[in-house]
């Protein structure tokens, strides 16, 4: 018999929708709203968001790290976000395909970070410089609230799943 995995409309099916719904709209803020301005030598002023400097790196045909970035920051993300409410609303049998999707939204949850850190590394490699500064913008902050919240979900409703399956 297949059930959906949560009762969206118990206390614990409403509160996981109304997260993933929270980290899918930080998630857009983020990747739109402005990471860090940069300031080289006093009068050259650059604001950075995700969005831009995947759009840069299009435009610079740096293609490597274009898709690098966008399958990384935009769809990987996205396509987590949209299975675990489908996980969660939709029938769900164990060995079904959305169970194997769970399984490996979980195994590859490591990676949700590498954003976080390509950012943290950015930063420290811009404020070695003598002549740089660096400001950071809440977009990063929600960015990273939004990888971080996505990471916490995906496990619960893998511990979920199981939990029920067993």
């Known amino acids: ?36 301005t940069l300031q080289k030598l006093y009068f050259i002023e650059n604001t ?12 610079d045909n740096d293609w490597l790290l274009f898709i690098l970035i ?4 935009l769809c990987i993300p996205v396509i987590k976000i949209v299975s675990l409410l489908l996980i969660t609303n939709v029938d769900f049998k164990k060995g079904s395909f959305l169970d194997k999707t769970l399984t ?17 590394l950015l930063l420290v490699s811009v404020k070695l410089g003598a002549l740089a500064k660096v400001e950071v913008h809440y ?5 990273a609230f939004s990888v971080i919240l996505t990471m916490g ?9 199981h939990k029920k399956n067993q």
Request: glycine share 4%; aromatic share 12%.
């Open 1 to 36: 018999m297949s059930t959906s995995l949560i009762k969206r409309f118990t206390a614990q099916g409403i509160i996981i929708n109304v997260l993933l719904l929270c980290s899918l709209v930080a998630l857009v803020v983020g990747v739109i709203a402005p990471l860090l």
């Open 48 to 59: 950075i968001s995700l969005i831009s400097t995947i759009q840069t790196l299009y435009n």
């Open 70 to 73: 966008t399958v990384f920051s």
């Open 104 to 120: 490996v939204i979980e195994t590859l949850g490591k990676w949700s970070m590498l954003d976080v850190f390509v950012v943290a």
């Open 139 to 143: 977009g990063l902050y929600v960015f």
């Open 153 to 161: 979900l995906s496990f619960w409703i893998y511990h979920l799943a």
